[in-house]
């Protein structure tokens, strides 16, 4: 009997989406295939997203406080309202708790999930609570945008320029660090943020727009899929920082790869057309490729053409 692990996480979403699909509703601006589902309520567009975070794939207790364990379970789900360019609103909790858990560490965890709402302008107006396992925590968001900050996945252009917002490859260095039992920069993975504001600034100027949850590969592929185009990044325009590059020398790892495949960084991934790309230089973005008819490389500096893969899959383990 076939596996989901031989499927992959997007080979199940495939099947889902074909499983769903129904006569046309106009309301349904975007459905499976984004960030976030949108639809169209009078003439503004609601948002829609949710994340599940399982304990020993999502987070682990023994380098997370249950704070920090809340705080990145909100800034996941704000993450992929950002990426389509607009704010979020309400949101919905439900968290499973194992019969060990304690009134101060079930405390902690939702200070950790009301700071982190409260620092992005997310209500917080329900959920429910059940036992488990393992600690789970599932949110569901509701958020807006206008039509003109609407920035989907398969908006991007053929000679589009390809730009990041940020460093990447961070969170996955400081997760290889905890694993190893070494020192390093474990900030950003243990306390995550999110670019919302960017993501505001530059929406009505972008074409296509994804966050960096699963690794850079994988986010321009899903821009690449969508949009029905090619994608090139060039390997040496990768942002990488000292930080992320001094804990791949520690480990005997490629940080490279961490930027490709590791995920979690949550930046911005958005294709721009180059004469528009001026109008966003406040936010200082990073060229690392454009967008092509065909094909999807990833090129040497020397030229070499290598095809583009990665990216982190839920159900390969």
Known sequence: MEKLSSLGEFGLIDKIAEKLKDEPDERIVKGIGDDCAVVLEGETNILLTTDMLVEGDHFDREWQTPWQIGWKSVIVNISDIA???????????????????????????????????????????????????????????????????????????????????????????????????????????????????????????????????????SEVTHIADESGLGAEIEKDKIPISKETTRTGETLNKDPLQWALSGGEDFELVFTIPEERLDEIEEIEPIVVGKMTEEGRYLIDPDGKKERLQGGYDHFDR
Request: charged share 25%; hydrophobic share 40%; proline share 4%.
């Open 83 to 217: 990426a389509m360019g607009g704010i979020p609103e309400w949101g919905l909790i439900s968290v499973a708790f194992p019969e060990e858990t304690t009134v101060p560490f079930a405390d902690e965890l939702m200070q950790g999930m009301v700071d982190a709402s409260e620092e992005y302008g997310l209500k917080i107006i329900g959920g429910d609570t059940t036992h488990g396992d393992l600690l789970t925590i599932n949110i569901a968001v509701t958020g807006k945008v206008d039509n003109d900050h609407l920035s989907l996945r398969e908006d991007a252009e053929s000679g589009d320029l390809i730009c990041v917002s940020g460093d990447l490859g961070k969170s996955w260095a400081g997760l290889e660090s905890l694993k190893a039992g070494k020192e390093g920069y474990t900030d950003f993975y243990l306390q995550p943020d999110c670019k919302l504001e960017v993501a505001r600034t530059i929406a009505p100027h972008v074409n296509a727009m994804i966050d960096v949850s699963d690794g850079l590969a």
